[in-house]
């Protein structure tokens, strides 16, 4: 019998634990501000803002809302961005992804101040958690780790395996599990026989993009597994990277799509947003 991570408690644990410590902070005269830019109404994005927003609201951090016009130019943006970085009265500046394809994401995402960068994605927070110092992390990557530790998962000493390499996921996943001293592999679409590094991972992360890709083949028995993925299957039902009905059975413990991973994210940005005081008074 596999033990199911529960992303959706752990999540709300996190929350109530971030809401104490807003209202611990607003006792002593420290409001926290969020600053959330949105560009266009790509559909998506408009919900996740309004999820980000909503969790504002229940732990208490103050939100500002900035709804930009699809036409927006990188200019207008950057001209924004750095008049936030500018305000003392704002914690944490974040931009929602994707951009429309005038503005250079990249670009907007440097200019954020480190110190204000909630996302974890400026390359001063980077190479923070490369080198072990204090920074923003990644909130999805941030988010499996406390998945695992809240749920009684060693990592130390332990075969991690990574499937995906982007900046968002793998590469800070990858970071996050040697700092806690995990042996880590991070394998990508040039890895040759994929199964055969996947099958050593006494903890596999996916994070591949692909619907259901990973089948118990590419899993050693008692492994736990992470699946990062959110797709739609063909009856327009969520679904992760991993095959859950063929895998579950062959693990220790594994998460769910939907209530794995996915809640982690935004009570990751939360703490961060809190964490970002503390960074900011360093
Ligand atoms: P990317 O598309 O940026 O990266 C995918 C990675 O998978 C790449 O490194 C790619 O390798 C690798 N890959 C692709 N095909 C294969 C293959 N056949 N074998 C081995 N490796 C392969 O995705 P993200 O990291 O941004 O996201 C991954 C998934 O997680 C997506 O489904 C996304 O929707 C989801 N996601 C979920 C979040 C959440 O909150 N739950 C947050 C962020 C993402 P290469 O580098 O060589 O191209």
Redesign the pocket.
Known sequence: MYQLIDGKKISAEIKEEVKAKVAEYKKQGVEITLAVIQVGNDPASSVYVGNKKKACEFVGIRSLSYELPEETTQEELLDLVKELNERADVNGILVQLPLPKQIDEETVLNTISPLKDVDGFHPMNVGALCIGKAGFVS??PA?IIELLKRSDVDIAGKECVV????????KPMALLLLRENGTVTV?????ID?KEVTSRADILV??????K?ITAEYVKKGAVVID????RDANNKLC??VDFDNVAEKCNAITP?PG???P???AMLMKNCVESVALQNI
């Open positions: 909130c999805t988010g499937i995906g390499r982007s900046n968002i996921v793998g394998t990508h679409s040039r890895t994929l996916v994070a591949i993009g692909k619907p890709m990062v993925g959110i797709h992760g990277d799509v794995g991973v996915g982690m994210t935004i």
